[in-house]
């Protein structure tokens, strides 16, 4: 059968047709791929750059001469780079070391109570804290020598020591009941300040607990902070005592002499957090450091998520 020059004529059209198709295709693809990449590189320069800013911020707020209400703490350059820096005391947080070296178990089974861990969990998670801190060998009522951990397969724990990082805490017996009751625990601890509460930071939650108080007294301290603008970080903002404190959470008069080591004056530990941003994309670190008005010591430096 011979072929008329018509009907080859079709088949080359298509043939040609199906190659223009897939040569469109490639074509698209490609440019989706290039767009994609660009789209990365951009996010990746924006973060450098969101870095570097935050990193500018943490060098601002180092400074003893800049105080918390310096308007140096926010910077908006206006080609949407820039910082925000917060500065306040470590102090706000519970330090665990300055807990269990007081043996104050009894606060620590307040915090377990109030994220809704049972009581027969909250002496045994306490008990296993302070056996990991403690220099010796003897076993609390209910906690975890090395006996305890080599039935898991674990050898040289616990260390018999103050806990250096809060993430080691999650080596003792028990936390994963704590990270499965209130899995943002880390949000209220401390390794670095070795001091009670600092009442001029914590937050009315910390210091009610801290007193086995109600929490409207603990507003009231809150409120003492803020001086007669009612904001936070200003100029008018007054030094709190902690005598005036615990005047205030009724602590004087029930005559405590351990609640009141819960609590403590203006610390000089600073916790430094600087949020730099760059076209849409932000990047924070963090800075915990001692004596930032005298000779300054990095207690610690890490970058965290953006909440």
């Avoid at 606060?107 to 220099?135: N, P």
């Avoid at 609390?140 to 898991?152: H, I, M, Q, S």
């Avoid at 902070?225 to 008069?253: M, W």
Wanted: net charge negative.
């Amino acid at each position: 059968m011979i072929t008329q020059p018509s009907q080859r004529r079709g088949a080359a059209l298509v043939a040609v047709f199906w190659i223009m198709a897939i040569l469109g295709l490639a074509i698209v693809t490609l440019m989706r791929v290039v767009s994609y990449q660009v789209d990365v590189v951009a996010s990746q320069t924006s973060g450098i750059e969101a870095r570097q800013q935050a990193e500018k911020g943490l060098a601002v707020a180092s400074n003893s001469l800049v105080n918390k209400w310096d308007p140096l703490l926010k910077q908006n350059f206006g080609d949407g780079t820039g910082y925000n820096v917060e500065i306040t005391s470590e102090g706000q947080f519970f330090d665990i070391n300055y807990i269990l070296g007081k043996g104050d178990k009894a606060l620590l089974r307040q915090i377990f109570d109030y994220w809704g861990i049972e009581s027969d969990m909250q002496s045994e998670i306490a008990d296993a804290l302070l056996d990991w801190w403690d220099k010796g060998d003897g076993e609390e009522l209910n906690g975890a020598e090395f006996e305890w951990y080599e039935t898991l397969g674990i050898y040289n724990q616990p260390y018999n020591r103050p806990f250096y990082s809060l993430d080691e805490m999650r080596l003792v017996k028990g936390m994963a009941l704590v990270e499965a009751a209130q899995p943002r625990w880390r949000d209220w601890f401390t390794v670095y300040t070795n001091k009670g509460l600092d009442v001029g930071e914590a937050s009315a939650e910390f210091m009610a607990i801290a007193a086995e108080g109600e929490v409207v007294d603990a507003e009231s301290v809150v409120d003492m902070r803020l001086g007669p603008d009612g904001i936070k970080n200003t100029e008018d903002d007054p030094s709190v005592s902690k005598q005036a404190a615990i005047t205030q959470l009724g602590l004087d008069e029930d005559n405590d002499g351990n609640k009141e080591d819960r609590f403590s004056d203006e610390g000089s530990t600073d916790r430094i957090e600087s949020v730099g941003f760059s076209g849409g994309i932000r990047r924070k670190l963090v800075l915990i450091l001692n004596n930032r008005s005298g000779n300054p010591t990095i207690l610690d430096r890490r970058e965290e998520l953006v909440k």
